[in-house]
């Protein structure tokens, strides 16, 4: 029998699946040709999707009080765990995700918030903490985590008993910092960054300022000193400054986290696109181009426009540090190379 090639034409056709685990198993067929008029389709490799977290959790028991476990309470701090049962009061369904590990950078014995700083810490050493913990943000940006400590370990190398300080660090030439393994852009950062502690008439300079002024002020300082952004000025204040109510809607992390959420709960997302669209200024704000573009991307997760992300963040005030935490579980992020990222 001969086959005719005289009409090609391409179909997709694509089919769920349940495999067992809840998860979906994408199936295409294509027709790619006729034979004598006869459409012969052939099956591509099936693609399972990746399982997410959730998807393990889902045989988790939910407690209807949400009660946490006396160990989860005893580890975390008392202003965290409030947190936690305010979230847990907004939407319970996010139990097992909550309490299916602890949150160590929320550890009792070691997290104090930027009003509750150890008494017997100097306000020049607590200034010096902050100065570096923005030099090891600006150490590891565009770097890996293992390159990112190479540098790190060779710039402490250099000072008295591994502690650097922005004194000794404006004394080193920029040919003694590119040793080390800093690009000429970030030892420019490094010197920006170490003059402003330095300087008295700095608000940055002074302890006082970050533990009496607002944190929107907090955050405005900080974005003026060369190589720190809105982002990194952000994960200063969750993880070095412990502040509980920020949120980085433009944090690719938070974006997929805040996808898989929204993806599992098809009732809340088209409640808040209901409120967003009909809201006269948000609704004019959607015209503007989001972060993250839902097409053209090989992405497994769906990107929602900024004001979706910023209005689904909104209803857990003023915890949204710890809606964060939540969402970059949910994402699979590695929350240690942020915490590393020098925002200790």
Not at 324 to 333: D, E, G, N, V
Request: proline share 4%.
């Amino acid at each position: 029998m001969a086959r005719t090639r005289s009409k090609v034409k391409l179909e997709v056709e694509v089919n769920g699946k349940e495999n067992g685990q809840g998860v979906t198993a994408i199936e295409k067929e294509v027709t790619s040709m006729e034979d004598n008029g006869l459409k012969v389709v052939k099956k591509r490799k099936t693609k399972t999707a990746k399982p997410v977290l959730e998807d393990y959790l889902a045989h988790h028991e939910i407690p209807a009080d949400g009660k946490l476990p006396d160990e989860y309470i005893e580890f975390h701090t008392e202003e965290f765990i409030e947190g936690i049962k305010h979230i847990l009061k907004v939407d319970l369904s996010l139990y097992p995700v909550v309490v299916h590990d602890k949150f160590v950078h929320f550890e009792k014995s070691k997290s104090k918030p930027r009003t509750a700083r150890d008494p017997d810490q100097s306000k020049e050493a607590i200034v010096s903490d902050y100065w570096y913990n923005l030099i090891r943000s600006v150490i590891s940006q565009q770097l890996s985590g293992k390159a990112a400590k190479s540098i790190e370990q060779k710039f402490r190398s250099c000072f008295t008993d591994g502690v650097p300080t922005p004194e000794e660090t404006l004394k080193k030439s920029p040919e003694e910092l590119r040793s080390y393994g800093f690009s000429f852009q970030k030892i420019k950062y490094v010197q920006n960054i170490s003059e402003h502690f330095l300087d008295k008439d700095s608000k940055l300079s002074h302890a006082e300022f970050y533990e009496e002024a607002p944190l929107d002020d907090i955050i405005e300082e900080l974005v003026k000193l060369k190589g720190i952004g809105y982002w990194s000025a952000k994960m200063f204040a969750i993880f070095t400054l412990k502040e509980l109510d920020v949120f980085a809607h433009d944090d690719l992390g938070i974006a997929r986290g805040v996808s898989r959420y929204l993806v599992r709960r098809p009732e809340q997302l088209k409640k808040i696109k209901e409120q967003v669209d009909s809201h006269e200024e948000l609704s004019k704000l959607l015209k503007k181009k989001s972060t993250f573009v839902a097409k053209g991307t090989s992405r497994d997760w769906v990107p929602y426009h900024d004001e979706y992300v910023k209005f689904f963040a909104s209803q857990f005030k003023p915890y949204r540090s710890i809606l964060m935490m939540i969402m970059w579980r949910l994402a699979a992020t590695n929350i240690d190379i942020l915490e590393n990222s020098g925002v200790r």
